[in-house]
Nanobody, 115 residues
């Protein structure tokens, strides 16, 4: 079993920055993909940034150049550094990992960007 715990969300003004963290525990493979999705009210959950098990990092076009995903393999933690935040970035941000053929989600952390 895998557990994901996100932290770092909050309220920030437009143009500000936040860093989200997602700590994974349980039976974790360092080779598994990890990343971030978000869901705004009334919208579908969408990819934000993802570090796959192999290949290039994926970013949504809307966050390229503003968000950076990184991973600390020793701590089983993935981070999302968000800069130049916009009101349209307001959403619940979910951590996701693909482990042993299964998809796991965190409980989500709210990010609210005021104009």
């Amino acid at each position: 079993q895998v557990q994901l715990v996100e932290s770092g969300g909050g309220l920030v003004q437009a143009g500000g920055s936040l860093r989200l963290s997602c700590a994974a525990s349980g039976t974790i493979s360092s080779f598994a993909g990890m990343g971030w999705y978000r869901q705004a009210p009334g919208k579908q959950r969408e990819l934000v940034a993802y570090l796959p098990s192999s290949g290039n990092t994926n970013y949504a076009d809307s966050v390229k150049g503003r968000f950076t995903i990184s991973r600390d393999y020793a701590k089983n933690t993935v981070y999302l550094q968000m800069s130049s935040l916009k009101p349209e970035d307001t959403a619940v941000y979910y951590c996701r990992t693909d482990q042993w053929g299964n998809i796991y989600w965190g409980q989500g952390t709210q990010v609210t960007v005021s104009s």
